[in-house]
């Protein structure tokens, strides 16, 4: 008869009679066991489970939020760039300082397409604030077919044609404070000019931005004649690719056909790399938190070693066994990701309510994002928190299920768990793997074998650890002092033993060190090139925000005219296209010396050597380098003024400002074949006694309207650029201090849990004579030894890391040198503040295990 | 010797436990009195105090010529340290020691590290019957064998008093025989006192003499 067969007594009897496998795999036997194995760890080790769950909870939530912050700004921006191109099938797009808009009337006759309607975009700037807003000139009866959002509800059918009349989007009304009957003040050139707002715009995307008649856009702005891009609608029928095809065939250079979700991905793309390093870092965060769960299991799991032998004994399988204890990791893990979420969730939507979508990153201005719940996302976070927790207790679990069973039941059989190294094979694989992984390219222009490179060093470091251990402590000499020779003697019989307290010390330091030497090296290399790229005593630009302010020609000669200015030089920043699906890429025309064009530049590596009968020269940036293929000596074709023109590659320079590539080249060569000589910038160089003040003052004299003229010293550019880097950074410095604190609360767990697993040894030793100080002081020597191990392995592997987040993470993420700047001084308080916190965790470890009753636990056998 | 005058010691708690009331004891120097009794009878807490471990409330302890009671945490520990030796019935061997290190740790504690001492461990692992281990690690040896260092840790540094914990309690018969006979021996070649607390009549018997503690206090007990 099967037991489901038999009255309840009997299968009591079976169960007793039956084989112990049979015994332990019947469901009552497995809910006793259950209540034994995690019931009894639920409630003697409350505190150190809640540690772990809330060690689970930050990373996931922090994971989260940053998650939810990306999805909800990129689904904004994305989607908000989706409805504003309407049904249009392609757009054309060219510089951003336009194209000869007779390429709009060869697009309107194609005979496949339907509907061509032109498009200026001008970010205007806004008089009296540093900020601008993005103002579309269209044709509203063509963008009607095509492009809805860009087109004004008026209720008077000719204010959509009429001058000096926007629309404006809900979003901007909004950002702006202003509704329909108020005044739009914008900058063109050096005048502000007022725009009657007669109301929004149809729909809302969610952008904020403003529409105007294309005609009169371009006569506001100064574009007259060219447009900024032209959206398309095919006829019914029509071969959308070969269309596509033909019309690119046709363009001019530097102009390009795409879909609106090219573009839309095009744009998301610009700050994936961003994004993706913040995601990289949250998930440092969970990976601590996965360490703490990891060090709290493994030595809960060696505590309740003969428990799980006893249970053995009775007959619970070994996979049995196994499973119970990951369940227990799971409970946490899914407790920690519960709460993860919820927190995660609220952060997110503090911070895009207090600090905007990219964390001050600049990535999506013009959006206002409204914070929203992804499913996935949540279940990803939620699986990732979970799988963690599981893993941190997986691998103890099987070390306690492998032990034989009437070993383990005696006391002190915990230390053979410790008093094994494992073969260091697979540590030394895991840090060769990673070298390898460095030299791999990037992956869709993220460095994936960047991150793997540090994960994999960073494991194999860990797998090592026990062997470094013992390296170390062989190589320290013994002690005079008998309690710290003890310490020595118990660290060298089970280097396996500090394995966990290890882990958590390296871990963190690693991370953190590898990041400060990061971020230093990056700011030490921005401070540098900001000496490097602002040589002049002051710089003006025609207006702080946007491209719709320029100085005319005339304007240039009033400046120039100035008294007080010993030189000055002008810029006109520019965009041009190169690939169809790439972002545009700053052109920047400047006045360079003539005997030493490059030496004004930041220059990376060796210049081209000139020829004669070498086209004109342009210095690239290290990003146009990576995007492009370039290389000094090399020629590369630029569309300027609607043709292309061949240019010699001169040099190579390093531009922490734009991440898209950034091309410079002489301003005379520019003028000569656009015939644009307006200028964006200009760089002045104080005649010797004239003080920056003064020079303002005789600029506001020369210049009536000089309120809207933006004067900054270089010294202000270079504090505001340092500000602008440091809040940038300060995501980054918080994440590290999440995963540092979540480190330091798995060593003291971990170390106190080791102490109080040790409390026979400590009431052995204080029968036979060792006083309280003597056992305190032999731990804070295991403390300081642990640690300063620790704190080598973690400092070299941090070194090591910050060469691959240098190298080889920025350079692929954002295309960005810098030279290697440690800090010394901030790691040298590092330790300090490290060893002097893990000697504060011991002496309170060291306090708990010599007190109560220590002496008593010689009695246990248990 | 040893000397236990009107000694109570009661635990404090939601319900008081007198464990000891007016305990009087006394062994003469070299003897070896083994002492037995029920569990919960208060033969482990007649030990700590004996040890200086747990402080009498009331009475006093005298063990060689220092009244124990006179002494405070500090005291007490440097006591045992020098004068008190300890045998446990789980070992407490230190896994990460070898076999002399384990030994030797009385004299290390007592600072002493110099070739008399490595001498003095030699010869009690020689006389336990383990002079060919000493280089070994505790995992490598049985209980008997623990057992055996355990006690050659309690005689190493020479002390007045040996007080040892069902040493026998986690071992077979034949090897629980030869341990408590190589105590024996050992204490009164090194003219040590000791006091045996265990369950085991057997054990006992192999002491000069034997007492039960009960709720009356030690009676003195002839064994057939």
């Known amino acids: 008869m099967s037991p489901k067969g038999r009255p309840k007594g009997e299968h009591r009897s079976a169960q007793h009679e039956g084989s112990p496998v049979s015994a332990a795999s019947s469901p009552a036997a497995a809910t006793a066991v259950l209540h034994a194995v995690v019931g009894g760890a639920l409630a003697h080790q409350r505190g150190r489970l809640v540690l772990s769950m809330l060690a689970i909870a930050l990373g996931v939530a922090l994971g989260f939020a940053v998650a939810v912050i990306n999805e909800t700004a990129i689904g904004e921006f994305t989607g908000g760039i989706k409805s504003m191109a309407g049904i249009a099938d392609f757009e054309v797009r060219g510089p951003r300082g336009g194209f000869p808009e007779a390429l709009f009337a060869d697009l309107a006759h194609d005979p496949d397409i339907a509907i061509a309607s032109p498009v200026v975009e001008v970010d205007a700037r806004i008089a009296g604030r540093d900020d601008a807003l993005r103002v579309y000139g269209v044709d509203a009866f063509r963008a009607a077919a095509v492009t809805p959002a860009l087109v004004g509800g008026a209720t008077d059918a000719l204010d959509l044609l009429r001058p000096g009349i926007v629309f404006i989007s809900p979003a901007a009304a909004a950002w702006l404070a202003q509704d329909r009957a108020d005044t739009l003040v914008v900058q063109a050139g050096m005048r502000d000019f007022p725009l009657a707002i007669a109301g929004f715009v149809q729909g809302d995307t969610g952008q904020r931005y403003a529409v105007m008649d294309v005609a009169a856009a371009q006569d506001l702005f100064g574009r007259g004649g060219t447009l900024s891009r032209v959206d398309l609608r095919l006829r019914p029928g029509a071969d959308a690719a070969a269309v596509r095809a033909r019309i690119a065939q046709a363009l001019p250079p530097g102009i ?228 710290a020779a003890l310490a020595l003697d118990q660290l060298r019989g089970a280097p396996g033993q500090a394995r966990v307290s290890l882990a958590t010390i390296v871990a963190s330091v690693s991370l953190m060190v590898s990041m400060a030497i990061m971020v230093a090296s990056f700011r030490q290399s921005l401070d540098d090139w900001l000496v490097r790229i602002l040589p002049a005593d002051v710089y003006v630009r025609a207006g702080p925000a946007g491209d719709s302010a320029f100085f005319a020609v005339g304007d240039q000669r009033a400046l120039a005219a100035v008294e007080g200015i010993a030189r000055i030089a002008f810029l006109r920043a520019q965009t041009v296209l190169l690939a169809a699906d790439k972002p545009r890429v700053a052109l920047l025309a400047r006045d360079l010396p003539g005997d030493d064009p490059g030496g004004a530049l930041p220059l990376v590596g060796d210049p081209a050597p ?83 003040d003064a020079l303002r003052s005789r600029i506001d004299a020369a210049f009536p309207d000089s309120a809207r003229l933006s004067l900054t010293t270089s010294g202000e550019i270079r504090t505001l650029s340092l500000r602008v880097f440091d809040r940038t950074f300060a995501v980054t410095y918080g994440l590290l201090v999440a995963a540092v604190v979540i480190g330091l609360v798995g060593l003291s767990s971990s170390f106190g849990a080791l102490v109080l697993a040790r409390r026979r040894e400590f009431g052995m030793l204080r029968h036979l004579g060792m006083t309280r100080r003597q056992v305190a002081a032999m731990l804070a020597t295991e403390g300081l030894a642990i640690s300063g191990i620790g704190l080598v392995t973690g400092l070299l592997l941090g070194f090591a890391m910050s060469l691959i987040l240098i190298h080889v993470v920025n350079r692929q993420s954002f295309h960005w040198g810098m030279a290697l700047q440690v800090p010394w001084t901030s790691l040298a308080v590092l330790g300090v503040v490290l060893l002097g916190l893990a000697m504060a965790t011991t002496v309170a470890s060291a306090r708990q295990a010599t007190g109560g009753d220590v002496i008593r636990a010689v009695k246990d056998d248990w | 010797m040893i000397r236990l005058t009107d000694v109570t010691k009661t635990f404090a708690g939601p319900r008081p436990r007198t464990v000891l009331d007016r305990l009087s004891l006394d062994v003469p120097r070299g003897q070896l009195a083994a002492i037995l009794g029920e569990s919960g009878a208060g033969k482990s807490t007649l030990l700590n105090v004996i040890a200086g471990l747990e402080t009498a409330d009331t009475g006093t302890v005298v063990v060689g010529n220092v009244d124990l009671a006179g002494l405070d945490d500090d005291a007490r520990t440097a006591f045992r340290r020098a004068h008190v030796g300890f045998v446990f019935q789980a070992f407490h061997v230190l896994p990460y020691l070898s076999v002399g290190d384990n030994v030797a740790l009385p004299l290390r504690l007592a600072g002493r590290r110099d070739r008399a001492a490595a001498e003095r461990v030699d010869t009690m692992l020689a006389a336990v019957g383990l002079a060919d281990r000493a280089a070994s690690m505790p995992r490598e040896l049985s209980g008997g064998e623990l057992q055996r260092i355990a006690i050659a840790r309690a005689l190493v540094h020479r002390p007045q008093v040996v007080l040892a914990d069902e040493p026998t309690g986690n071992l077979d018969p034949d090897s629980a025989h030869a341990v408590i006979t190589l105590l024996r021996n050992c204490l009164h070649a090194e003219g040590a006192t000791g006091i045996l607390v265990t369950h085991s009549h057997a054990a006992a018997a192999r002491a000069d003499r034997v007492l039960t503690l009960t709720r009356d206090g030690l009676v003195e007990t002839t064994l057939p």
Do not use: C
């Open chain 1, 610 to 692: 000139r020829r004669a009968g070498d086209p004109p020269p342009v210095w690239v940036s290290e990003a146009a380098v990576d995007l492009y293929g370039l290389a000094p000596g090399d020629t590369v074709a630029l569309p300027l003024g609607g043709e292309l023109h061949r240019f010699v590659v001169a040099g190579v320079w390093r531009d922490y400002a734009r991440q898209q590539g950034a091309l410079v080249i002489d301003r005379a060569t520019y003028i000569a074949l656009t015939g644009d000589a307006g200028a964006t910038d200009a760089a002045l160089w104080l005649a010797p006694g004239i003080t920056v």
């Open chain 1, 256 to 483: 390009a056909i795409s879909t609106p979700q090219d573009s839309a991905s095009t744009a998301s793309r610009m700050s994936r790399a961003y994004r993706v390093n913040l995601n990289v870092l949250a998930l440092v965060a969970l990976f601590t938190g996965g360490l703490l769960v990891f060090s709290t299991q493994a030595l809960s799991i060696v505590r309740r070693r003969p428990h799980f032998a006893l249970l053995r004994t009775l007959g619970l399988p070994r996979g049995r066994l196994v499973a119970l204890l990951a369940a227990e990791g799971a409970l946490v893990g899914i407790a920690g990701s519960i709460v993860g979420l919820a927190v995660g969730y609220g952060l997110a939507a503090a911070v895009l309510r207090f600090f905007g979508a990219d964390l001050g990153a600049g990535y999506f201005r013009g959006t206002a994002p409204q914070v929203a719940f992804d499913p996935s996302s949540a279940f990803v976070f939620a699986a990732l928190g979970t799988g963690v927790a599981v893993l941190g207790s997986f691998l103890p679990a099987r070390e306690a299920a492998r032990a034989a069973p009437a070993a383990a039941l005696k006391a002190g059989d915990e230390q053979q768990a410790f008093a094994r190294l494992a073969s260091p094979l697979a540590g030394l694989a895991l840090i060769a793997a990673g070298a390898v992984a460095t030299l791999a390219p990037p992956i869709a222009g993220l460095p994936l074998f960047g991150y793997g490179a540090i994960a994999l060093l960073l494991v194999g470091t860990l797998l090592l650890l026990p062997r470094i251990a013992a390296l170390a402590l062989a190589r320290l000499p013994t002690p005079h002092s008998f309690p």
